[in-house]
T-cell receptor, first 119, second 109 residues
Framework: GAVVSQHPSRVICKSGTSVKIECRSL??????MFWYRQFPKQSLMLMAT?????????EQGVEKDKFLINHASLTLSTLTVTSAHPEDSSFYIC???????????????FGNGTRLTVT | EDQVTQSPEALRLQEGESSSLNCSYT??????LFWYRQDPGKGPEFLFT???AGEEKEKERLKATLTKKESFLHITAPKPEDSATYLC??????????FGKGTMLLVSP
C-alpha cells in the first residue's frame, strides 16, 4: 500500500519552455502533498506544500511564479516549471501523507522522482 | 529551526560486517523521527517511524533506536542489496519533514 506515482521519470526540455510533472497517490487520499528538490549528494529540500483545493505554500526563496503547483483532487498534484533554465535542472520528488493517518507524525510516501534536464 | 546531522557521510562494509549509522537531531518537541532508504535515481522508501526515546523498530537486518538526541540505524550482517543512501528526517509539530544529508552505504560481497 501507500504508493505514490510520479511522471515523467525523466524529461529533457529546451531553455524557455515549460514542463509539467504529475504526482498521484494510487491507493490513498492525500489532503497535502509536498514537492522536494534534490541536488547530488545533498539533502531533500522542501520547495512547497500543496493543499487540495487551495493555494500552495512555498518555502522561502522558491519562486511561486516559476514553480506552479496545482492540487486539483485528493489524489493528484502537479508541478509546472515555467520558462525553464539550465539552473532548474535537478531531481524533483513529490510526496504525500495518507489523510487517514495522523497529521504530523505519520510518514510521507514518496514518488520515484523526475530528473529534469534543461538544455 | 529543526536540524538533522547524519554520520558518517559514506560507509563501506564487507558483506556480513555489522555497523551503525547515526542521526543527531535538534528539534523543539519531537513528533516523529523517520528513516528512509533511497536508491540511486529513485525516491525515498519509508523504513521506520520512531516517536519517543527508548523506542526500537526492526525490519529484517535493520534495527532503529531512538534517544533524546539521536537515532541509530543498526545493520546486522549486511548484504550487497542493502547498499543505498539512508536518510533520517524529523518532524516537530508542523506538517513538513526536515531531512539530513544521508549516509551512503556500500556493501561489498
Amino acid at each position: 500500500g501507500a504508493v505514490v506515482s510520479q511522471h515523467p521519470s525523466r524529461v529533457i526540455c529546451k531553455s524557455g519552455t515549460s514542463v509539467k510533472i504529475e504526482c498521484r497517490s494510487l491507493d490513498f487520499q492525500a489532503t497535502t502533498m509536498f514537492w522536494y528538490r534534490q541536488f547530488p549528494k545533498q539533502s531533500l529540500m522542501l520547495m512547497a506544500t500543496s493543499n487540495e483545493g487551495s493555494k500552495a505554500t512555498y518555502e522561502q526563496g522558491v519562486e511561486k511564479d516559476k514553480f506552479l503547483i496545482n492540487h486539483a483532487s485528493l489524489t493528484l498534484s502537479t508541478l509546472t516549471v515555467t520558462s525553464a533554465h539550465p539552473e532548474d535542472s535537478s531531481f524533483y520528488i513529490c510526496s504525500a501523507r495518507d489523510r487517514g493517518q495522523g497529521v504530523y507524525n505519520s510518514p510521507l510516501h514518496f514518488g520515484n522522482g523526475t530528473r529534469l534536464t534543461v538544455t | 529551526e529543526d536540524q538533522v546531522t547524519q554520520s558518517p557521510e559514506a560507509l563501506r562494509l564487507q558483506e556480513g560486517e555489522s555497523s551503525s549509522l547515526n542521526c543527531s537531531y535538534t528539534v523543539s518537541g519531537l513528533r516523529g523521527l523517520f528513516w528512509y532508504r533511497q536508491d540511486p535515481g529513485k525516491g525515498p522508501e519509508f523504513l521506520f517511524t520512531l516517536y519517543s526515546a527508548g523506542e526500537e523498530k526492526e525490519k529484517e537486518r535493520l534495527k532503529a533506536t531512538l534517544t533524546k538526541k539521536e537515532s541509530f540505524l543498526h545493520i546486522t550482517a549486511p548484504k550487497p542489496e542493502d547498499s543505498a543512501t539512508y536518510l533520517c528526517a524529523v518532524t516537530s509539530g508542523y506538517s513538513t519533514l526536515t531531512f539530513g544529508k544521508g549516509t551512503m552505504l556500500l556493501v561489498s560481497p
